[in-house]
């Protein structure tokens, strides 16, 4: 007796990820949806759980540091617990304490940058296949860079950090996010009927 055969969620995201992964240096022909979407949210999913723990290892590294800063010089450093709650407050010059956000930056540059090169072709396939030109892809990527960029120095300034720089970052910050969402909003365009500019419509 013949029947309907399907592919589940954990196929789709296999299959989806299979073509991706095989059309890497791809910037030609078209995707659909239901191709693109399971590979993209795989790997930002992926991307997202590794930047996670790095940047809690990073942290948890950093409140270490302090920690026994603190005990070795009571006189600058303040520690408040609570429920659920723990501070430490260092006060003073710290020449024994340097907090360098560099790495963790460098670690999320990394990260970013092998997200956006396992996307970058499936991107421009998909994009092709609503009739757009695949550089709309670029459209966040230099308020991504300038984000990731200034962001040790933001760190590490703290409290001194100028106003300049702070607004400077935050209206950078806005523009990123409208254009990531302008570009969300084309990759989930319908596919075009029938062939268009970039081919075929895609099997």
């Keep these: 007796r013949g029947g309907r055969h399907g592919v589940g969620g954990a196929g789709m995201i296999c299959q989806s990820s299979r073509h991706g992964l095989s059309g890497l240096t791809r910037f030609s022909g078209r995707d659909g949806r239901g191709r693109f979407w399971p590979y993209a949210l795989a790997v930002v999913g992926v991307t997202f759980v ?15 540091d302090m920690q026994a800063f603190a005990v ?39 990260g970013v940058s092998l997200a956006v090169l396992l996307l970058a072709a499936a991107t421009t396939r998909r994009l092709h296949d609503s009739g757009r030109r695949g550089y709309w892809g670029l459209l966040p990527l230099p308020f991504l860079i300038v984000g990731i960029s200034a962001f040790p120095r933001l760190m590490a300034e703290g409290d001194a950090a100028s106003t300049g720089l702070f607004l400077a970052l935050f209206v950078n ?5 409208g254009t990531l969402v302008l570009l969300v909003v084309l990759l989930t365009q319908r596919s075009n009927t029938g062939g268009n500019r970039f081919g075929p419509p895609a099997s």
């Design 173 to 177: 910050n806005l523009i990123y996010l």
């Design 72 to 110: 070795a010089h009571p006189d600058q450093a303040v520690i408040t617990t609570g429920p659920g709650s723990y501070s430490i407050q260092i006060e003073g010059d710290t020449p024994g304490l340097a907090l360098n956000f560099t790495p963790m930056a460098a670690a999320m540059g990394a």
């Design 50 to 64: 590794v930047l996670s723990v790095g940047m809690a290892a990073t942290m948890s590294a950093m409140l270490v």
